[in-house]
């Protein structure tokens, strides 16, 4: 039976912050295989509202994330990024479940940001489920606060998993990234994982402008 703790996001591009959660969540879910799922382009640029000129596209965000995350034996997941899904969590669990086995079991991994709004997601309950929740939060965040002040989320409490670790780079941005890159002043190889600085460098100077598209 496959058990898969998914991390989703944009990853544009992925930094040192984000390797960070799936070691996290590694070592809080011994023996599940972590899974990151990139989102597709258009969910940068609507539900984000993101400039197209601000987006690597979908197949280089997927490319630098492998590439981050290979060495720890995390794997990455193209349902996204390729349209297999329509990129809605619950949906996108339900195409693994398809894949993988109807006895795959799901813990999404996910900040306090998310956790907040996750009761508007389409079909929550559906996510709640088919998948518990690990929440991964910052300094000075207050998870346990949060949960139960919305009823949503404290009716279902014996779902949600609260990580305790520090994290070492919880403010290591792909804005930052973006910003530095855009700037030229170089701080951006501070905030990435080393093994895709040089792909980064080659992406930026192929373009005209200071764009990394």
């Known amino acids: 039976m496959k058990k898969f703790a998914i991390i989703g996001g944009s990853f544009n591009p992925v930094t040192k912050a984000h390797v960070e959660i799936g070691q996290i969540a590694a070592r809080e879910l011994p023996g599940w295989q972590i899974l990151y799922i990139p ?5 940068l640029t609507s539900w984000k509202s993101m400039e197209k ?13 492998e590439k981050a995350v290979k060495l720890y034996g995390f794997l990455c997941e193209d349902c996204e990024v390729f349209g297999k899904t329509s990129a809605r969590t619950y949906d996108t669990m339900q195409y693994l479940r398809d894949r993988y086995g109807q006895e795959t079991e799901f813990v999404y991994v996910c900040g306090t940001d998310k956790l907040s709004e996750l009761s ?17 939060p910052r300094d000075g965040d207050e998870p346990e606060k949060m949960i139960e002040e919305i009823p949503f989320l404290s009716e279902r409490r014996d779902r949600i998993l609260v990580s305790h670790e520090p994290r070492i780079y919880p403010d290591f941005s792909a804005t930052k990234v973006r ?7 170089g701080k951006w190889r501070e905030f990435v994982p080393d093994e895709i600085v040089s792909d980064l ?9 200071t764009s990394i598209v």
């Open 39 to 43: 989102a597709p382009d258009r969910f």
């Open 53 to 65: 000129k601000e987006i690597l596209s979908g197949e280089k965000r997927l490319l630098l994330l």
């Open 120 to 136: 508007t997601w389409y079909n929550p309950e559906g996510i709640f489920t088919l998948s518990k929740i690990l929440v991964i």
């Open 179 to 185: 910003d530095s890159l855009k700037s030229g002043d």
């Open 201 to 209: 460098e080659k992406i930026s100077a192929s373009e005209q402008d």
